[in-house]
């Protein structure tokens, strides 16, 4: 069974870190690409970052660029999600998501459970 564990989340205040993590299980997680994406309280999904199966190529949206960095220990099968300077605007709750193929594109075919993050003074 092909599963997504995320953990890491928790109460943070401005200008505080996290560090997400995302346990895969149930496929070779180093032939796909992976994302995270955040669902803030009373809206919608948002994409966040994306790597490539090799790490070869990362995006993310621009609220976030230059703070958080998204990487992967395909050895580990496990994502992460270094997040630095963190306002009460990426509050949320953030899900790792696998992609449909290697990279950079393709769908989001499974997805966590989600781990929240709250940031708050």
């Known amino acids: 069974e092909v599963q997504l564990v995320e953990s890491g989340g928790g109460l943070v205040r401005p200008g505080g870190s996290l560090r997400l993590s995302c346990a895969a299980t149930g496929f070779d997680f180093s032939e796909y690409a992976m994302s995270w994406v955040r669902q803030a309280p009373g809206k919608g999904l948002e994409w966040v970052s994306h790597?490539?199966?090799?790490?070869?190529?990362?995006s993310a949206i621009d609220s976030v660029r230059g703070r958080f960095t998204i990487s992967r220990d395909n050895a580990k099968k496990t994502l992460f999600l270094q997040m630095n300077n963190l306002s009460p605007g990426d509050t949320a709750v953030y899900f790792c998501a696998k992609l449909s193929t290697s990279g950079p594109w393709g769908y989001l075919e499974v997805w966590g459970q989600g781990t929240l993050v709250t940031v708050s003074p």
């Open positions: 790597i490539t199966y090799d790490r070869g190529i990362t």
